[in-house]
């Protein structure tokens, strides 16, 4: 099975078993330093008293999350209701990091594909072209696919030049203009873990299924994509979750009109509100439903691990 | 042990060399972006040898969060707008120059010498001022521009297709003086009608880009935009037809100081470069490259002649008020925040 290198090698991982609390050590440091640390901080700071303009008082309440889940009005004093605004920021968020996962999946699979059936020689190549927009600063980048997508960019003059359309196509400033930028910039997370998996692929267990009759999209969806699935996942959390936080495409492509949670937690620290607090819950927020997310996909591989 | 002793050593060696370096002079500067030409830091560090350091900001906020942040000790000097010195100064972040100390001190101007948001000039220095109002591209709309109509109640022509500034301050300010309402206000009718006003323009506006104002105006993607007088200025360069309005509501004015920091690493180097700021032809080389006015007396014959004439910074005789952007208290800000959060959410 091709599942079976997770469980190999117990021989082999005894050889530094003496050494192996001092060889973790920097992996833990760092993971307590830069990982953990600074996650606690903002839990705490999420429940504590918010000083005006920016900072905390050490003075615990409920406040933060009471701003995130009820609205009281204007003025702050109408009884209780549901906040609607940042659920609305959420689930635009959310929606928009999707469909840049989904359209991330649909381009990202088949390249993923073709590298990896492409004789040995040449597949760092390929691997190697995919990492180059990395070179380049991903504020760069951005800024570069504004200049492109404008309407009167380079884009919309080639299309007008050759007779396709009369208008230019508006889309900077849209919800397709963030969407094309969290696709470009996050689309190398999805290719290459799925290559990883393809690469790893048994390709005579195509030709096995083949041979018993099964059409080609039977085999794909039967036999590849269960065996590439790790690597499926393992892509779109990489898309999903860096796009669900992202702030420099919203801002530079989508024009800032809205917010995103990334842009709605940076306001709060750098903005005029200077509400520390409550940009340390809405981060919590978004760190519960990440983890929930992570957690649902965990057991469902358990469970197909699990199954025979 | 042997390694950890020569690591010991090695750290102290560093160590004395970084406050060699200290002593011959170092200084950082914590500045707004593309604000101060580097021939101006390179003539300082030939005159001084002290050797010079910037991190730019976008916003007076965003300044003050990374200050209070853990920024306090880094930096020597940062030039914050003018509510915000008051408002640094309320929060202890600022160092007082002693009488005596800035051997320039005289150069400013009178108008300036004793500003509301610091009295006497104890912190700060002036370093640029200049007004925030709007821009339109003629060439798209030609009618009259000198109203605040034009972002809050535009004309066809320009519906869909206007920039604002991503900084509440200065947008809430503008839409008061649409509605001929008090910053900071209490009155919770007025309010209400500043909400609804926001609300009611959100569909004319196309984006909020405040480091971009000019591009977008350069570019085309927006037919008018908030932006800041030099700024505009700069973009006529590039397009002759961006015309900078003052309305006759009235606009916005803005001072950018230069502010001693408490626990400055380098004080005496601080002292050093703001005495070379208050020398009319270093400022002068400021407001050539940013096109903004300073607020000393003595640099007529240093600027560029252009910079007299220069419409963005000559208002009109129609043209109304110019008012200082005001810091409110913590719970008529709170509802200023609210009504920000509406506008974007």
Same mark, same amino acid.
């Given at each position: 099975?091709?599942?079976?290198?997770?469980?190999g090698?117990?021989?082999?991982?005894?050889?530094?078993?003496?050494?192996?609390?001092?060889?973790?050590?920097?992996?833990?440091?760092?993971l307590?330093?830069?990982?953990?640390?600074?996650?606690?901080m903002?839990?705490?700071?999420?429940?504590?008293?918010?000083?005006?303009?920016?900072?905390v008082?050490?003075?615990?309440?409920?406040?933060?999350?009471?701003?995130?889940?009820?609205?009281?009005?204007?003025?702050?004093?109408?009884?209780?209701?549901?906040?609607?605004?940042?659920?609305?920021?959420?689930?635009?968020?959310?929606?928009?990091?999707?469909?840049a996962?989904?359209?991330?999946?649909?381009?990202?699979f088949?390249?993923?594909?073709?590298?990896a059936?492409?004789?040995?020689?040449?597949?760092?190549?390929?691997?190697?072209?995919?990492?180059?927009?990395?070179?380049?600063?991903?504020?760069?980048?951005?800024v570069?696919?504004?200049?492109?997508?404008?309407?009167?960019?380079?884009?919309?003059?080639?299309?007008?030049?050759?007779?396709?359309?009369?208008?230019?196509?508006?889309?900077?400033?849209?919800?397709?203009?963030?969407?094309?930028?969290?696709?470009?910039?996050?689309?190398?997370?999805?290719v290459?873990?799925?290559?990883?998996?393809?690469?790893?692929?048994?390709?005579?267990?195509?030709?096995?299924?083949?041979?018993?009759?099964?059409?080609?999209?039977?085999?794909?969806r039967?036999i590849?994509l269960?065996?590439?699935?790790?690597?499926?996942?393992?892509?779109?959390?990489?898309?999903?979750?860096?796009?669900?936080?992202?702030?420099?495409?919203?801002?530079?492509?989508?024009?800032?009109?809205?917010?995103?949670?990334?842009s709605?937690?940076?306001?709060?620290?750098?903005?005029?509100?200077?509400?520390?607090?409550?940009?340390?819950?809405?981060a919590?927020?978004?760190?519960?439903?990440v983890?929930?997310?992570l957690?649902?996909f965990?057991?469902?591989?358990?469970?197909?691990?699990?199954?025979? | 042990?042997?390694p950890i002793?020569?690591?010991?050593q090695?750290?102290?060696?560093?160590?004395?060399?970084?406050?060699?370096?200290?002593?011959?002079?170092?200084l950082?500067?914590?500045?707004w972006?593309?604000?101060?030409?580097?021939?101006?830091?390179?003539?300082?560090t030939?005159?001084?040898g002290?050797n010079?350091?910037?991190?730019?900001?976008?916003?007076?906020?965003?300044?003050?969060?990374a200050?209070?942040?853990?920024?306090?000790?880094?930096?020597?000097?940062?030039?914050?707008?003018?509510?915000?010195?008051?408002?640094? &100064?309320? @929060?202890? *972040?600022?160092?007082?120059? =002693?009488?005596?100390?800035?051997a320039?001190k005289?150069?400013? /101007?009178?108008e300036?010498?004793?500003?509301?948001?610091?009295?006497?000039?104890?912190?700060?220095i002036?370093?640029?001022?200049?007004?925030?109002?709007?821009?339109?591209?003629?060439?798209?709309?030609?009618?009259?521009?000198n109203?605040?109509?034009?972002?809050?109640?535009?004309?066809?022509?320009l519906a869909?297709k206007?920039?604002?500034?991503?900084?509440?301050?200065?947008?809430l300010?503008?839409?008061?003086?649409?509605?001929?309402?008090?910053?900071?206000?209490?009155?919770?009718?007025?309010?209400?009608?500043?909400?609804?006003?926001?609300?009611?323009?959100k569909?004319?506006w196309?984006?909020?880009?405040?480091?971009? &104002?000019? @591009?977008? *105006?350069?570019?085309?993607d =927006?037919?008018?935009?908030?932006?800041w007088d030099g700024?505009s /200025?700069?973009?006529?360069?590039?397009?002759?037809?961006?015309?900078?309005?003052?309305?006759?509501?009235?606009?916005?004015?803005?001072?950018?100081?230069?502010?001693?920091?408490?626990?400055?690493?380098?004080?005496?180097s601080?002292?050093?470069?703001?005495?070379?700021?208050?020398?009319?032809?270093?400022?002068?080389?400021v407001?050539?490259?940013?096109?903004?006015?300073?607020?000393l007396?003595?640099?007529?014959?240093?600027?560029?002649?252009?910079?007299?004439?220069l419409?963005?910074?000559?208002?009109?005789?129609?043209?109304?008020?110019?008012?200082f952007?005001?810091?409110?208290d913590?719970?008529?800000?709170?509802?200023?925040?609210?009504?920000?959060?509406?506008?974007?959410?």
């Open positions: 099975m091709a599942g079976g290198a997770a469980t090698g117990s021989a082999a991982a005894d050889t530094y078993k003496s050494a192996r609390h001092w060889l973790l050590l920097p992996s833990w440091l760092v307590v330093l830069v990982v953990l640390a600074p996650v606690c903002m839990l705490i700071y999420s429940f504590l008293t918010k000083e005006f303009r920016g900072g008082i050490w003075e615990p309440t409920l406040a933060a999350y009471d701003q995130f889940f009820f609205d009281r009005g204007l003025f702050g004093d109408d009884p209780p209701k549901i906040e609607w605004t940042y659920i609305t920021i959420f689930w635009r968020s959310i929606w928009q990091a999707g469909l996962t989904i359209l991330s999946l649909i381009i990202g088949p390249t993923a594909y073709f590298i059936t492409r004789p040995e020689r040449t597949r760092a190549l390929w691997v190697f072209l995919v990492t180059i927009p990395y070179w380049v600063n991903l504020l760069i980048r951005t570069s696919m504004k200049f492109l997508l404008r309407d009167q960019g380079p884009m919309n003059d080639f299309l007008i030049s050759t007779g396709l359309i009369d208008d230019p196509l508006r889309i900077v400033n849209t919800n397709l203009a963030v969407q094309l930028g969290l696709f470009y910039s996050y689309l190398p997370f999805m290459l873990p799925i290559y990883a998996s393809v690469e790893r692929y048994n390709f005579a267990m195509s030709e096995a299924a083949a041979d018993l009759y099964a059409t080609k999209w039977t085999t794909l039967r590849v269960p065996a590439v699935k790790p690597g499926v996942i393992a892509g779109c959390i990489l898309v999903f979750v860096p796009s669900l936080g992202a702030f420099l495409a919203p801002d530079l492509l989508g024009g800032a009109k809205n917010f995103m949670i990334g709605l937690i940076e306001e709060q620290f750098k903005g005029n509100a200077g509400n520390w607090p409550f940009g340390a819950a809405a919590m927020v978004l760190l519960t439903m983890l929930i997310l957690m649902i965990a057991r469902q591989q358990r469970r197909a691990e699990a199954s025979p | 042990m042997k002793k020569r690591m010991t090695t750290a102290m060696a560093l160590a004395l060399m970084a406050s060699g370096a200290a002593a011959e002079g170092d950082v500067i914590y500045h972006f593309e604000y101060i030409p580097q021939d101006l830091l390179d003539k300082f030939a005159e001084t002290i010079v350091t910037m991190d730019t900001y976008d916003s007076n906020e965003s300044m003050l969060a200050l209070k942040a853990g920024g306090m000790g880094t930096y020597d000097v940062a030039v914050p707008g003018d509510y915000m010195v008051k408002i640094m &100064a309320g @929060e202890g *972040l600022l160092d007082t120059i =002693a009488d005596g100390e800035l320039n005289g150069n400013i /101007a009178p300036w010498a004793d500003p509301s948001f610091d009295p006497g000039r104890k912190h700060s002036p370093y640029q001022w200049g007004s925030t109002s709007f821009s339109v591209d003629s060439d798209v709309y030609s009618g009259d521009i109203t605040t109509d034009i972002l809050f109640n535009p004309p066809a022509e869909g206007i920039n604002m500034l991503d900084a509440q301050g200065e947008v300010a503008t839409a008061a003086l649409h509605l001929g309402i008090p910053q900071c206000s209490t009155d919770r009718e007025q309010l209400k009608a500043l909400n609804d006003l926001l609300q009611a323009s569909d004319n196309v984006s909020f880009n405040s480091d971009t &104002a000019k @591009e977008v *105006l350069v570019s085309g =927006a037919a008018a935009g908030m932006i700024f /200025a700069k973009a006529r360069e590039e397009k002759a037809s961006i015309t900078y309005a003052f309305p006759t509501q009235g606009y916005v004015v803005w001072m950018d100081n230069v502010v001693l920091l408490n626990d400055a690493p380098n004080r005496d601080a002292i050093k470069f703001m005495d070379f700021l208050l020398e009319p032809e270093n400022i002068a080389a407001s050539n490259f940013a096109r903004y006015a300073d607020g007396t003595g640099t007529a014959e240093f600027l560029d002649p252009a910079l007299a004439t419409p963005e910074a000559n208002p009109h005789d129609g043209a109304g008020p110019g008012v952007v005001e810091a409110c913590e719970a008529t800000q709170a509802v200023y925040d609210q009504i920000w959060t509406n506008l974007k959410k």
